[in-house]
């Protein structure tokens, strides 16, 4: 995950993406500008702004027990959750696989929009009390809002397309119904991709009749959400190809590595000109042991004019950085990698096994997607779900 670390929270590690910053700008400034002056007129402008951040921070606390709701369900289904992210377009959890039973996935995805309604509840029961008991407008508005808002959320998260709760509800229904999780989400993938062009499309009409902000941000919701259903049923194609399938099957043996005390002017020169490579595992003249890994990359950043004294220990990636062992499930290894690992060593007690970069990731994908027809004929024993 990445993000700035807010803390932990039931044992989930909270985070913060850069791009959350701009959605709290935006609501903190339409509601302090437009929404509050407009309802309530007769309070001062500064009061309007305490009203809008109060309301906007209480709007990403709520986001936030959605998400937290997810997490809490997830985990007592058995799926570990790394944490979760508030970006730009509201919040992820993130866990290191998928459901196993279709109820599992109703459970996770509907808890969601539930704990949206219930929050939606209680603002909405606050304000109710506020209008009957005479509270302060500083009160009864903040909370009149966030009542509308999270069942705006909830609404929204209910719609069929994946990965919103909705399609996820719907993934599962159609899972249920067919016994087959990568159709159900392929199904659930298409109804996303729909609703994201319906988005864009009722973005631009809005765009083209002068609302400028509200369209603009329903083509980015929109985007967002095409782009999302596609990644998200391309991930689960590949975590469906490499579940059960450890490191070693999947790697390149035998690399070609280099010496850790070459300078980077003779790695380049013998090296990477010669084979094209790019990257190569680094190991210790004196042991032969792997020590790090030295990407084109790396080399790069350093000025040519410093290649002749600077030598491949000094900027190659620590072997404890990108190593994985032979029989570490392929799904583990691809997480590392999509964390900003392209490449990782295999290693056994020191020693090189092999390499493992996307280019080799994708070979495999390609393979299975080859070998799909013929499978039962050629290979003895089940298919690897």
């Not at 397309?161 to 993934?171: A, C, K, M, T, W």
């Not at 999947?250 to 790019?278: C, G, W």
């Not at 583990?332 to 060593?345: A, H, S, T, Y």
Request: hydrophobic fraction near 50%.
């Amino acid at each position: 995950m990445g993000g700035f670390r807010l803390g932990s929270i039931m044992g989930f590690e909270i985070r913060i993406d850069a791009s959350w910053f701009i959605i709290f700008f935006l609501l903190f400034w339409s509601l302090s500008v437009g929404v509050f002056p407009f309802q309530h007129p007769d309070l001062a402008a500064s009061t309007h702004y305490v009203m809008g951040f109060t309301t906007t921070i209480l709007f990403f606390a709520s986001l936030l027990a959605h998400e937290i709701s997810h997490s809490v369900v997830a985990r007592t289904k058995g799926i570990p959750v790394e944490g979760i992210t508030l970006f730009i377009f509201g919040g992820m959890a993130h866990t290191r696989m998928e459901a196993e039973e279709p109820g599992d996935e109703m459970a996770i995805a509907g808890v969601g929009p539930l704990a949206s309604i219930v929050i939606a509840g209680l603002f909405g029961g606050i304000a109710w009390v506020g209008n009957r008991a005479d509270w302060s407008e500083v009160v009864v508005g903040p909370a009149g809002y966030l009542a509308f808002i999270n069942l705006l959320l909830a609404g929204f998260n209910l719609l069929p397309g994946f990965p919103l709760d909705g399609g996820r509800l719907f993934r599962a229904a159609v899972w249920k119904v067919t016994g087959n999780l990568t159709q159900a989400t392929r199904w659930a993938s298409v109804g996303g991709q729909v609703l994201g062009w319906l988005l864009i499309g009722f973005g631009a009409l809005q765009l083209l009749a002068g609302a400028a902000l509200g369209g603009l941000w329903l083509v980015f919701i929109g985007w967002f959400l095409r782009t999302a259903a596609q990644a998200s049923f391309r991930q689960h194609v590949v975590q469906n190809v490499f579940r059960g399938v450890p490191a070693r099957d999947v790697m390149t043996s035998d690399p070609a590595t280099v010496a850790a005390d070459l300078t980077l002017r003779k790695v380049v020169d013998e090296n990477f000109l010669r084979h094209r490579f790019q990257c190569y595992p680094v190991v210790d003249v004196d042991g032969g042991r792997v020590v790090g890994l030295v990407t084109l990359e790396q080399v790069k950043e350093v000025d040519q004019e410093d290649w002749e004294h600077t030598r491949v220990r000094d900027i190659m990636t620590p072997r404890e950085e990108v190593e994985v062992k032979p029989e570490q499930p392929m799904t583990e290894v691809l997480d590392r990698m999509q964390k900003g690992r392209r490449r990782v060593l295999v290693v056994r007690d020191g020693q090189l096994k092999g390499v493992i970069s996307a280019g080799d990731v994708t070979r495999w994908v390609q393979l299975e997607q080859d070998l799909e027809g013929v499978r039962p004929s050629v290979i003895p024993g089940p298919r690897k779900a």
